[in-house]
């Protein structure tokens, strides 16, 4: 089995991105399955072209891509992208779009094809906060859960994929009072965990794991 894992370079005010910390520090191999890591600029459409290319050229099994997610206390593996670019801030090639389309053939939304609520287990097992999110917001975050998976239904049918956001590390927050962080070993633990349940787990667990808010 091969992961093609994914993560953003530093964005918006940012020098550094957690996710691309993380993506250095993981194994090359878990559990058997060989890690193919990639860098992947916080640009709409250019971020896909990435992927799309990295997966023409790895034919991997399952593209896993992680984001930063500032503000956040958990690492929060995503259910959904929505089909709209919808930015707040300009990506990193001074995009700013503003209730667009990402795919104008597409639906509305696709739901990931990992098993989220065995991954949120498996991270929580190892006493690190994990839950399951129903939002990527509207930046490129959403733009590449979404994204893929079109170029999944559309393209490279019988392969998965899935999104996870983590907080900022330490010294992203030094200036940031108040605002929650997680060390770069816990998110890598945390990442690793949930890479393992996804090799692990064809069928996803049936645990709770919505919100009423």
Do not use: W
């Amino acid at each position: 089995m091969k992961l093609l894992v994914t993560a953003f370079d530093p964005f918006g005010k940012e020098s550094i991105n957690p996710s691309l910390e993380v993506l250095k520090a993981l194994e090359k191999n878990i559990l058997g399955a060989t890690i193919i890591s990639l860098e992947v600029p916080t640009v709409c459409y250019k971020s896909l072209q990435v992927i799309e290319e990295a997966i023409k050229e790895h034919n991997p099994d399952i593209i896993l891509s992680i984001g930063q997610a500032g503000g956040r206390s958990e690492i929060t593996v995503e259910r959904i992208g929505i089909n709209v670019n919808d930015f707040s801030i300009c990506d990193n090639e001074g995009n700013q779009i503003i209730d667009e389309k990402i795919f104008k053939d597409g639906p509305d939304a696709y739901f990931v094809n990992v098993p989220i609520k065995a991954m949120v287990e498996n991270i929580k097992k190892s006493n690190i906060p994990a839950s399951v999110s129903n939002t990527a917001g509207t930046f490129v975050c959403n733009h590449v859960t979404y994204g893929v998976r079109h170029l999944i239904e559309t393209k490279y049918k019988g392969k998965k994929s899935g999104f996870i956001h983590i907080p900022y590390l330490p010294e992203q927050v030094v200036n940031k009072k108040g605002v929650s962080s997680m060390s770069l070993d816990v998110m890598v633990t945390g990442i690793t965990e949930a890479i393992k349940a996804i090799i692990e787990y064809d069928i996803d667990r049936k645990v709770v794991g919505g919100a009423t808010h």
